[in-house]
């Protein structure tokens, strides 16, 4: 047993250095290289060595998260605890604990790791979500060199190489349960994937496992291999043991129905962890003194494979990450913006930038199409140029590593740099001399090969006046009135933006002679009677046409048929005018035929335009039976 104890102690010293690699798509394992300092990284699917990482001094447990995402070492030189992303294959946290810790395993659900101290006997909990420590426990274990727990992860279970005992740690107060005794330097443990036995590897015991009942916490059974034995690990089926055998260099194949060894396995120098991949296809044996790796081929029971990797490998464990079945997402983005109908007036730049799940394998391409063209860009970022008119059409979809594609997205792009083209025309035709003597209708339309016409803009100006105005669509029309010149500018602008330059049709409209002014006078009463040459006062009531501005009376006259004075006639005046009143005399000749007075107004506008507007008033030589009958006379 001393020499087996000094065999023993050669594990704990040394370091190396070894480069980190890129990490791989499948199920890898990961082995602690003690003397490296580092953890090599083994894919399954080739037994290749594809990543190293470096870690803290001497590496030597190594467990995995159930979701394969994260690996914990306990590094026994550095009394830290590094983790390692397996998707990077980088280390993400060293987190510090107590003395020389060797044994790790994490908790069924993945939320804790724990650590076992074989120099202080106490046990570090490390929270898988933050990377801290949670809690610590003096236990005063002796030298818990290895842990393990039950499948329900209520209790944590150690091997104690300093006093030849397995503590039984309640998961959830972190206290110990119970003490079970076992062989003598217990070096591993193991536990069924029922539940329902701890397997516990003696090293100095031709006594090579002790099998403890874990529901009555007691050795139950003991199986005779060889003295020298040091790692052990269940076949996920449960029916089947691994043992290492340092000593011979051999692995054991135990039956756990009969528990009789049904196989004898030569690996390399000094066998010492060993771990049964997740599927159950492989076995893989650390071996210390040779620094390889051997696969075991489960279902032959042979070496299939020999794995160089860093100096005096120690704990082994496989990171099985769930498949990935999420495919990657792209986004695309247009450079410049396209206007608020979609359009853009010259050429695009799409970027495109695909993502993966969070532990996904990563976006590996971008296929994009431009109006059928495809292309594929590695990577997760593309960036290309559209420049074709009219309406093009972008697909784009991404690839991850694990073949997962996603469905294609689509993109339309309207480019349209072309501008509108518009006619005019004016009805009716100008005459011979280029002008027209009345209103003209301009119709305006307009045409793009593109995006089509969204608006036609026209611009009137005459003189000083000017009128703006924008139609929808891709005809309008205006009505020119205005006497003079009046410049009809019209522009059509499209969907896109797109403006013409600005067009122009002159109007010329000659002015038509405004009408002259003109009045009418109305006199009442239009006859005097009785003719007793008395003075009435005449109403008068003038009307006004076309007048520019106000009107004011110039003048008024009256006039006569008869003379101011005749025979036998000797009164005088015969009519008075003052301002706006007429009076007349009620007097006529006894030898005539009637008088008639004539009225005339003269008037001017503020334009100095005259008019004159005259009417008569009759005194009759006899009153007429009409006259009479519409009331004349006094």
């Known amino acids: 047993m001393g020499a087996t104890r000094k065999w023993m102690g050669a594990i704990a010293i040394a370091q190396l250095l070894i480069a980190q690699a890129a990490g791989a798509a499948g199920p890898v394992a990961y082995v602690a290289a003690y003397e490296a300092n580092a953890v090599s990284v083994i894919e399954t699917s080739t037994h290749t060595v594809i990543a190293t990482v470096p870690v803290c001094a001497g590496p030597f447990g190594v467990a995995a998260t159930p979701d394969g995402r994260l690996v914990y070492v306990t590094c026994n030189g550095g009394n830290s605890v590094a983790v390692i992303d397996t998707k990077t294959n980088t280390v993400v946290a060293t987190v510090p604990v107590g003395i020389s810790p060797f044994g790790v395993a994490v908790t069924p659900d993945g939320r804790s790791a724990y650590a076992s101290m074989g120099g202080d006997g106490s046990l570090y909990v490390i929270n898988t979500a933050t990377n801290s420590v949670a809690s610590s426990s003096a236990l005063g274990l002796a030298a818990p060199i290895a842990i393990a727990f039950s499948p329900d992860g ?18 959830v107060t972190n206290t110990v349960a119970a003490s079970v005794p076992a062989g003598p330097f217990p070096f591993d443990i193991a ?16 006594d090579a496992v002790s099998i403890i009942d874990t529901a009555a916490n007691q050795v139950v059974a003991s199986i005779a291999l060889e003295e020298g034995s040091q790692g ?65 081929d ?42 608020a109908a979609g359009w853009y007036t010259g050429p695009v730049t799409v970027t495109l930038g695909a993502t993966d799940n969070k532990d996904g394998s990563g976006v590996k391409s971008i296929t994009y199409t431009v109006n059928g063209a495809a292309t594929t860009v590695a990577g997760a970022a593309a960036s290309f140029l559209v420049s074709a008119q009219g309406v093009n059409t972008v697909t784009y979809q991404a690839t991850d590593n694990a073949g997962n594609v996603e469905p294609a997205r ?36 307009a045409a793009d090969s593109g995006s089509g016409v969204q608006s036609i803009n026209i611009l009137r100006t005459n003189g000083s006046s000017t009128v703006g105005e924008s139609f929808p669509g891709a005809s309008a029309s205006v009505v020119v009135s205005a006497a003079g010149v ?57 009307k006004v046409a076309n007048a520019v501005g106000r009107v004011t009376v110039k003048s008024i006259v009256v006039t006569s048929d008869e003379p101011v004075t005749g025979y036998r006639d000797h009164t005088a005046p015969d009519w008075i005018v003052h301002g706006r009143t007429v009076k007349l005399r009620a007097e006529r ?25 005259a009417d008569t008033v009759t005194v009759p030589k006899h009153l007429s039976w009409h006259h009479q009958q519409a009331g004349y006379g006094r």
């Open 154 to 171: 209520a209790f944590a279970y150690t091997a104690n190489a300093a006093d030849d005992t397995v503590s039984v740690l309640n998961a």
């Open 191 to 206: 536990v069924s994937p029922d539940g329902r036995f701890a397997y516990v590897v003696n090293m100095a015991s031709a």
């Open 232 to 296: 052990i690990a269940i076949h996920p089926d449960g029916r089947f043991a691994y043992v290492t055998h340092g000593l011979s260099g051999t692995v054991s194949v135990v039956d756990t129905a009969t528990n009789a060894r049904v196989g004898t396995i030569q690996v390399g120098l000094n066998p010492i962890r060993v771990a049964v991949s997740p599927d159950g296809r492989v076995v893989y044996v650390t071996n210390q003194d040779s620094s390889n790796v051997s696969v075991i």
């Open 298 to 339: 489960t279902a032959s029971n042979a070496v299939v494979a020999t794995v160089p990797v860093g100096s005096i490998p120690q704990g082994v464990a496989f990171a099985s990450a769930p498949p990935d079945k999420l495919a990657p997402a792209t986004a695309a983005a247009a450079t410049p913006v396209a206007n």
């Open 410 to 445: 689509n993109l339309g792009l309207f480019i349209d740099s072309l501008v509108p083209t518009s006619t005019a025309s004016a009805t009716p035709p100008a005459g011979s001399g280029g002008s027209n003597t009345g209103p003209v209708t301009v119709s305006v339309t």
């Open 486 to 542: 009046t410049t009809v500018a019209y522009q059509a602008i499209d969907t896109a933006g797109n403006a013409e330059p600005a067009r122009t049709l002159t109007i010329r409209i000659e002015a038509a002679p405004a009408p002259a002014l003109s009045a009418k006078l109305s006199a009442f009463p239009p006859v005097l009677w009785p003719p007793d040459r008395r003075f009435d006062t005449i109403a008068t009531k003038l």
């Open 589 to 613: 000749s006894e030898y005539g035929n009637g008088r008639v007075y004539t009225i005339t107004y003269t008037i001017v506008d503020e334009a100095g335009n005259t008019a004159q507007a």
